[in-house]
């Protein structure tokens, strides 16, 4: 039987690349959206539409969907992973860095939601992941903003997954700490990167599969059960 199309925004690298790759395997045709499109189609995955898609851009995020509906069918799943990190001292960071991280994580994350939404609540059915992390339960230094844009994520998705839980949409929060990405390379202050390269290097973290396999597990329960949120990080981290 054919299997429903699932979204997945960040799918260019790390966790998305892996959840890409897993979902390929399980035989779902696919829509990957990123910045990078030569990524994406790197990975090289049957029954694929790849899509150079800001996620900021919610025209760009509903047209490719749209695209993807018209090949494929109906989004039966959005995993909204796309995602940016820039670690920083509130006292100097520069301000265009925390409106980069709520652009991405948060209204890009919205973006994704609001595409396929209305589709999923129309036809009774239907899953949304949303990527946060333990730094949306818990602070950290340096994380002020970064953990703020992923505690809206928490917030976000509880209050969604009251709104459409009468309307058999399922709303998913995947958490994970540490995770082996590319994610920190994006941090401009040097000494923060490299305190945490080294803590990343002398420390157990998640690899992009074990996140992987924890959104296929949530997406894998009968319709009628929802993974409410999953947190989950190496044994070993504090
Ligand atoms: P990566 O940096 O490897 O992946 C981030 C992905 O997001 C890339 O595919 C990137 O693609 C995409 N992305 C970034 N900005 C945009 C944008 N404006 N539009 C579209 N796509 C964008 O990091 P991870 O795999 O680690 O991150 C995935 C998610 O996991 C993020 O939400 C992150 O916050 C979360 N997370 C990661 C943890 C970690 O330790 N690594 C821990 C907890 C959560 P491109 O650049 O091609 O656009």
Redesign the pocket.
């Known amino acids: 039987m054919t299997k429903p199309l699932i979204v997945i925004?960040?799918?260019?690298?790390?966790?998305?690349?892996a959840t890409a790759q897993t979902f390929a395997e399980l035989g779902h045709p696919l829509l990957l959206?990123?910045?990078?499109l030569d990524?994406l189609e790197d990975l090289k995955l049957p029954e694929t539409l790849c899509r150079a898609?800001?996620?900021?851009d919610a025209k760009a995020v509903s047209a490719a969907v749209a695209e993807a509906e018209a090949q494929y069918g109906p989004t039966d799943a959005i995993v909204n992973?796309?995602?940016?990190?820039l670690l920083g001292h509130i006292a100097n960071q520069a301000p265009a860095e925390w409106r980069t991280m709520f652009d991405?994580?948060v209204l890009?994350l919205l973006n994704g939601v609001h595409a396929v939404l209305p589709g999923m609540i129309e036809r009774g059915r239907g899953t949304v992941v949303n990527?946060?992390?333990?730094?949306g339960r818990k602070g950290f230094p340096n994380h002020a903003v970064y953990g703020g844009t992923?505690f809206a994520v928490h917030a976000m998705s509880e209050s969604l997954r009251e709104e459409v839980a009468g309307k058999g949409v399922r709303v998913t929060t995947i958490?994970?700490?540490?995770?082996e990405?590319?994610?920190l390379s994006?941090t401009t202050d040097e000494g923060i990167k490299a305190d945490y390269q080294a803590w990343k290097e002398a420390n157990d973290?998640l690899t992009?599969e074990d996140v992987a396999a924890t959104i296929r597990f949530a997406y894998e329960q009968p319709q009628r059960v929802c993974v409410r949120e999953v947190v989950l990080a190496a044994t070993a981290q504090q």
């Open positions: 925004t960040g799918a260019s690298s790390g966790i998305g690349a959206l990123a910045r990078r990524r898609v800001d996620v900021t992973n796309a995602g940016v990190m991405v994580n890009g990527v946060s992390s333990v730094a992923k958490a994970p700490g540490a995770v990405t590319e994610l994006h973290v992009s």
